[in-house]
C-alpha cells in the first residue's frame, strides 16, 4: 500500500512539473519584441505560437483583444460581443465570405486599431457576429507594413510615406 502511495505521488510530481514547464516555454515563445529600446515602433517581431499562427495582443477603440494575424482577411474583424464593447456599432451592412461560409455582419469606417506598439486612426473594422474570442488582423491594416514571414517569425515595419 506505501508503494502505491508514493508512485502516485511521484506521478502527481512529474505531472505538475510538466504544467510548469510547459506554462514557462509557452509564454517565452508568445513574447513579441521591438516595442521597447532604442528601435521602438521601428519594427516588432513576433514569433510563431505552437499552432504555427501568430496572435498579437491589441485593441480596438482602447478595448482589448487577441488578434490572429490574417493574411486572407480583407478587414481587420472583430466578433459581436468585441464590436459591443469596443463602441464598434453603425456602419453599413456587408457580407463576408469565411472559412465557415458567407456571413452577414457590419462594416464600420473610423476605427482606432492598436497592435503591440502600433496605432492606426481611421481604419474600418469589421464586426461578424459568428466570430467569437478572436480577432482577425486583416490586410486593411497589415497593407500599411511590410511583411516579412518565415517559419517562426513574423515582422512588422511600418511603410514609409513613399512605400505606401
Same mark, same amino acid.
Given at each position: 500500500m506505501r508503494g502505491h502511495f508514493i508512485a502516485i505521488l511521484v506521478w502527481l510530481g512529474l505531472i505538475g512539473a510538466g504544467y510548469v514547464a510547459f506554462r514557462h516555454f509557452d509564454r517565452a515563445s508568445s513574447e513579441i519584441t521591438g516595442c521597447d529600446g532604442p528601435q521602438a515602433s521601428r519594427e516588432v517581431l513576433v514569433p +510563431?505560437?505552437?499552432? %504555427?499562427h501568430f496572435y498579437l495582443d491589441g485593441a480596438v477603440n %482602447? #478595448? +482589448?483583444v487577441r488578434f490572429l494575424v490574417d #493574411? %486572407? +482577411?480583407?478587414y481587420? #474583424?472583430? %466578433?459581436a460581443a468585441d464590436a459591443v464593447k469596443a463602441g464598434v456599432s453603425g456602419g453599413r451592412p456587408a457580407v463576408f465570405n469565411t472559412a465557415a461560409g458567407r456571413v452577414e455582419g457590419r462594416l464600420v469606417p473610423a476605427q482606432t486599431v492598436r497592435v503591440a506598439c502600433f496605432e492606426i486612426s481611421g481604419i474600418s473594422v469589421a464586426a461578424n457576429p459568428g466570430l467569437e474570442d478572436m480577432a482577425l488582423l486583416g490586410q486593411n491594416f497589415l497593407r500599411r507594413f511590410e511583411v516579412t514571414q518565415t517559419r517562426q517569425t513574423l515582422r512588422l515595419r511600418p511603410r514609409t510615406?513613399?512605400?505606401?
Amino acid at each position: 500500500m506505501r508503494g502505491h502511495f508514493i508512485a502516485i505521488l511521484v506521478w502527481l510530481g512529474l505531472i505538475g512539473a510538466g504544467y510548469v514547464a510547459f506554462r514557462h516555454f509557452d509564454r517565452a515563445s508568445s513574447e513579441i519584441t521591438g516595442c521597447d529600446g532604442p528601435q521602438a515602433s521601428r519594427e516588432v517581431l513576433v514569433p +510563431a505560437s505552437r499552432d %504555427g499562427h501568430f496572435y498579437l495582443d491589441g485593441a480596438v477603440n %482602447g #478595448t +482589448a483583444v487577441r488578434f490572429l494575424v490574417d #493574411t %486572407g +482577411a480583407s478587414y481587420v #474583424t472583430i %466578433g459581436a460581443a468585441d464590436a459591443v464593447k469596443a463602441g464598434v456599432s453603425g456602419g453599413r451592412p456587408a457580407v463576408f465570405n469565411t472559412a465557415a461560409g458567407r456571413v452577414e455582419g457590419r462594416l464600420v469606417p473610423a476605427q482606432t486599431v492598436r497592435v503591440a506598439c502600433f496605432e492606426i486612426s481611421g481604419i474600418s473594422v469589421a464586426a461578424n457576429p459568428g466570430l467569437e474570442d478572436m480577432a482577425l488582423l486583416g490586410q486593411n491594416f497589415l497593407r500599411r507594413f511590410e511583411v516579412t514571414q518565415t517559419r517562426q517569425t513574423l515582422r512588422l515595419r511600418p511603410r514609409t510615406p513613399a512605400e505606401k
